[in-house]
């Protein structure tokens, strides 16, 4: 039998993976749809691209605390790895997002900076570990 944690984080980076390619066709098709209505240069086009980036980090965490709780509850895994790489992928995954947030930020011509981007991803990244620690009460608790 394989490694669970393996597994776990294989199947964190293939979620990520696969929402990285949604979120690229999300972005087309965003950056066409403004370009169309002459709004490139807006701050429209950072504001619906932080929509992006949102929505997909909150698909990511709710992927990814299905498969830990999967993991914990059929493996009987012990939830101290299992939590480091769930923090460790989550951190990557919004890394990612803040990266190319700053880069479009610094393209763009917008009235906002830096920081716009930089608290709502790290607000979203704050909520994933909250809902890490609730699920880790309620399996502690026998909850679950």
Known sequence: MSNPFESYRQMLDAESSRLGLERKRCYDTLFDDLANNGM???DTHVEESLKIEIEHIRFFVDYALSQLKNLILSHGADIQEAEMIFTKSIRAFTGAGLLRMLGLIANVRSSHKDRFAQEALRQI????LQRLTSLKA???AGEI
């Open 125 to 128: 990244e704050g909520e994933a």
């Open 40 to 42: 490139v240069q807006s």
């Open 138 to 140: 309620s399996l502690s």
